[in-house]
């Protein structure tokens, strides 16, 4: 029997909720990001 060790690591993530409104002049692109709920729960 053998016995191997390897090591670890920790990772936290921490979330900040920012709220606000700001104006913007210039050019604003708008972004949507959508969500495969079925390909996330097979991993």
Do not use: C
């Not at 993530?13 to 709220?19: G, K, S």
């Not at 708008?30 to 079925?38: C, I, N, S």
């Amino acid at each position: 029997m053998t016995v191997e060790v390897v090591p670890t690591e920790r990772v936290r993530l921490r979330t900040q909720l920012v709220e606000g409104q700001e104006t913007v002049t210039g050019q604003v692109q708008r972004e949507q990001v959508v969500v495969d709920e079925d390909a996330s729960r097979r991993v």
